[in-house]
């Protein structure tokens, strides 16, 4: 978008003293492109530390200096401000200034209105007033953005703000500014000498920061590691009790309270391991990102938005908040092995290169932000919803289909009306989309070379005022007709979901090369997960000349979260089985197709029936290998240990029997199996291929193994079948994931998001 004049917007705080939301604004507001975006900031209360990097910006700012007692004073200045200023969009984040800042828009005729929130719940139940003011006040509120997926359920459910609204920004840092080495005057100053391992901690001095746990894991590693050394960076009102601890632990000289500072690089050099102790709240913390990109190794508690940064086993270490002695054997461990930390270290600061860089924060605040001055207006979109016509081969049982299935009830009405096209005949889901309300359209296709296709398809779309057209990858026949009867039906957008990988060791490719070479043609492709771009520009040359380029956009599958099943759920679904109520249950969920590899697993239970005699398997699924599947369970002498349920259209009621969820693919893009078991609180064993590792965490949601490798499978399973708390663990775990990265509420609204932006710019 290239509006006559830059957009301006306002952003009101609290005050900018020294704290990670506060850095957020300061280091926002100067990347800014100020071609597009003139920004501009008030403070409510004083000026705090960080309000002078303003001023050597070039971002004009105000601090108005009144307290909470001074709301109607504080209300008229802030109204005279905005008149000032008039801003097209004004940001708010802090409850003062979410309060006072969405009246004071109102008053001003302020004409859109941004609630910013940095932080997933609340230290206290917000009161009744509170939460009428809010019900209110969302009525003038455009949109409500938060820093870290695990909000998602904070907003949606706790506040009950609308889904809608909610668009996630995840915080950046700019890696050049921290280069991670060592420096040595830093640490003589803080009376650390050059051979001390240090352990460091920047957090305000603030009571869910939960220093207390910090500073007791840290006496339990002062009684195993002479060498190291302690280092609190932050300040607070909670200072001196603080410091009292530490000499009632006995470790108050090998402790440092450096108190606020403005060199945080320069801190976070000196420190060999990073802390954060939080037991709440915690969203997608500053000072986390910007010990990750000085490629320091972190051991950090595992509540809100921490596990999004954080890989358990990979740049660091997830514990459990208020746990001293968890926190302090995983910091002897650290302090222990060097080659770990360094490796560690490295590891994150990847991560922040790939995924939170300062640059792709700022760009995406600025495109949310312009989208929001100027909403839709091509036809006028904002008028009635956009129409999107989904374009199928046939509405067969698969994953795509039930996705897209459930996708359509998500969608917002208001924002996007859509309708299927079948090519051929309706397929066995068709009903389920017409008893939702959805029109299905049939175009009766006999064959390859039924040149009648093509134009029933182009008078479909006409007749519908088709703003958009959605084909996928694996249907070929609409990949080619649907973007080809979306052209000559000149509909505006045109859009390629891709919903597979890793073909090529199968002989087999996601696009066909014409495809691949007329991308140029898509407006966007749809993306799983940031691996499958990886995988499509490295092994099927996406992007690798002008014609096969288009814009790629990640938006993750995702599954219809209820409540989590319990243990009358659970015997409910055993007893629909026949399953002895104590023994232990794999389950699979997947076609009986050689993609799947179900003759690894049958091997791996072979191996586990060995240890494990009273373990069953149930495979959930149909297809053209079940005849060879069920003479493989026979050969092997698995019996009635092995139970075929064959395809079943209610699989959510019957994955609560399962201990633990498998999968033995040879290839995978993001199966909804693996999706929907962890949603019901299921870990997973699957292998390692497509990408099941963006969706697992090895050691945290399950395993992942070698693809083929059934002993590795069975030892993983073994493992689980010994270890009942191990399996709660994750599976707990496995259900906090979907519920902050895989909902299909946030798979409809990137949707709506992505075809609202591209019919913005037609």
């Keep these: 978008m290239s509006p006559p004049r830059p957009v301006r917007v306002t952003f009101v705080v609290p005050d900018l003293g020294i704290g990670g939301a506060e850095r957020h604004v300061t280091t926002l507001v100067s990347r800014l492109d100020q071609r597009l975006v003139d920004p501009s900031v008030i403070c409510l209360g004083r000026e705090g530390e960080l309000f002078p990097s303003l001023a050597a910006s070039g971002v004009p700012a105000v601090a108005l200096d009144r307290t909470k007692r001074e709301a109607p004073q504080c209300l008229a200045e802030l109204v005279r401000e905005l008149r000032r200023l008039a801003p097209d969009v004004v940001v708010l984040r802090g409850y003062n200034a979410e309060g006072l800042g969405r009246l004071a828009a109102v008053l001003a005729r302020v004409p859109h209105v941004v609630v910013w929130v940095h932080n997933c719940g609340d230290l206290e139940r917000r009161g009744r007033v509170r939460q009428l003011a809010d019900a ?129 690089a ?174 299905v359209h049939v175009m009766g296709r006999s064959g390859k070379f039924d040149l009648r296709t093509l134009p029933r398809l182009v008078r479909t779309l006409r007749r519908g005022r088709t703003d958009a057209v959605l084909v996928t990858h694996h249907h070929r026949a609409s990949l080619a007709l649907g973007r080809l009867a979306a052209r000559l039906a000149r509909v505006p957008v045109t859009l390629v979901a891709v919903h597979d990988m890793d073909l090529t060791g199968v002989g087999g490719r996601v696009l066909p090369r014409w495809a691949a070479a007329t991308l140029r043609e898509t407006d966007a492709l749809i993306l799983l997960a940031p691996s499958q771009g990886e995988y499509l520009h490295r092994e099927e040359g996406v992007g690798r000349r002008p014609w096969s380029r288009t814009r790629e956009v990640v938006i993750p599958n995702g599954v219809t979260v209820g409540p989590l099943p319990d243990e009358a759920a659970r015997a409910a679904a055993r007893a629909r089985l026949g399953l002895p109520v104590d023994a232990f249950v794999v389950g699979i969920v997947a076609r009986l197709s050689a993609q799947k590899a179900h003759h690894v697993l049958f091997e791996a239970f072979a191996i586990l029936r060995r240890s494990h005699p009273a373990a069953r398997l149930v495979v959930v699924g149909g297809g053209p290998r079940e005849r060879e599947l069920r003479a493989l369970a026979t050969s092997l002498g698995l019996g009635d240990s092995v139970q075929f349920t064959g395809i079943l259209r209610d699989v959510p009621t019957v994955l609560p029997a399962f201990d633990v969820s498998c999968l033995s693919s040879v290839h995978e893009g993001v199966p909804m199996a693996v999706i929907e078991a962890m949603a019901s609180g299921i870990p997973v064993v699957a292998t390692d291929c497509g990408a099941l590792r963006d969706i697992v965490v090895d050691g945290e949601h399950g395993h992942l193994v070698p693809v083929g490798n059934a002993k590795a499978l069975a030892d993983r399973l073994g493992e689980l079948a010994e270890d009942p708390r191990r399996r709660q663990r994750m599976g707990t775990a496995a259900r906090r994931r979907v519920e902050e990265r895989y909902r299909v509420e946030q798979t409809a609204h990137g949707y709506e998001e992505l075809l609202v932006d591209l019919m913005t710019t037609r």
């Design 136 to 264: 209110v006040l969302d009525r003038v509120t455009d949109a409500y953005f938060g820093v870290a997926q695990a909000q998602v359920p904070y907003l949606v459910r706790e506040l009950g703000l609308p889904h809608r609204k909610v668009r996630i920004i995840h915080n950046g840092v700019d890696p050049s500014q921290f280069d991670g080495r060592a420096d040595p005057v830093t640490k003589a100053g803080l009376g650390l000498l050059e051979d001390d391992l240090v352990v460091g901690i920047v957090a305000a001095l603030r009571p869910e920061k939960d220093h207390e746990t910090f500073l007791r894991a840290a006496a339990l590693v002062a009684e195993t590691e002479a060498r190291a050394r302690f280092l609190v960076v932050g300040d607070g009102q909670r200072r001196a009790g603080l410091e009292e601890t530490a000499r009632r632990l006995g470790i108050a000289d090998r402790v440092v309270f450096a108190g606020a500072r403005g060199d945080v």
């Design 266 to 439: 320069s801190l976070l050099s000196v420190i060999d391991v990073f802390v954060l102790s939080s037991f709440t709240i915690e969203c997608l913390p500053m000072a986390l990102l910007e010990a990750m990109a000085s490629s320091r190794p972190a051991v950090c508690t595992a509540v809100g938005g921490i596990p999004e940064l954080l890989e358990d086993g990979v740049t660091g270490y997830l514990v459990p908040p208020r746990d001293p002695a968890a926190l302090a054997d995983k910091l002897i461990g650290l302090l222990g092995a060097e080659d770990e930390r360094l490796a560690f270290g490295a590891a994150a600061r990847a991560r922040v290169e790939a995924e939170f860089t300062l640059e792709r924060s700022v760009g995406e605040a600025q495109r949310q932000l312009l989208g929001i001055a100027s909403p839709p207006r091509a036809g006028d979109a904002v008028r009635r919803p956009l129409r999107l016509a989904l374009v199928l081969d046939e509405t067969s049982v698969g994953g795509v289909e039930l996705l897209m299935r459930d996708v359509f009830r998500a969608f917002d009405p208001a924002v996007v009306e859509p309708c299927l096209v079948s090519l051929r005949t309706p397929g066995p889901l068709a009903e389920e989309f017409r008893a939702a309300g959805f029109p």
